[in-house]
């Protein structure tokens, strides 16, 4: 398809389990977005790669998740002995930016993986 | 650190009624989004404006920027039972991270 591709796109883990979740861009997109989205607000920023490389990890809330990009396209979002906290919508965007002074610079966000830790 | 507020957070109009939502940045931000989303949907992209200034309309939605005021708005216009929806603003760093706010909760009754 043309859009942005999130896969599962429900997920149940139990307490403590590892889960992955899966983002694929728009094809050519450089930058890669991930956002997580509590329910009732608005989506917080998690971490930015330009290509493979991941340039803004700031987001993330602990060093139970981890992003990677490897070949800069499908990135994935693990999250390792999850909480209750997790729960939540991750959202992926990709954009076509190729840096700070591009114009092309909407993000065209993916359906979320809603996730449930029980 | 940048924050985006908005306000009301929740609205509830009648059909046909004018009402608008308001979000104010507080740091320079180059450009500001307004994004749609329907309970259990991701985002759509409703505008984005770009400089001091700006306004964009679609429909019954029409958006402004004051980059001096650091203020959006969304003014709705004779309000339908389609525009029912979460409505969010969001502010841009340079590398084209967003910083949304709370989201807008919009309830339009016959």
Redesign the interface.
Known sequence: GAGVSQSPRYKVAKRGQDVALRCDPISGHV?L?W?QQAL??????LT?F?NEAQ??KSGLPSDRFFAERPEGSVSTLKIQRTQQEDSAVY?C?S?L?L??ESMN????????TRLTVV | ELK?EQNPLFLSMQEGKNYTIYCNYSTTSD?LYWYRQDPG???E?LF?LLSNGAVKQEGRLMASLDTKARLSTLHITAAVHDLSATY?C?S?T??????????TILTVHP
């Open positions: 930058s977005f956002y009732g607000q608005g989506p917080e920023f930015y330009q340039l803004d959202l965007a954009s930016d840096g700070t610079t909407e993000a065209f966000f993916g359906q979320g | 985006v450009r949907k991701s985002l992209s984005v969010f969001a841009r340079s590398y084209g991270k967003l910083t949304f706010g709370q989201g």
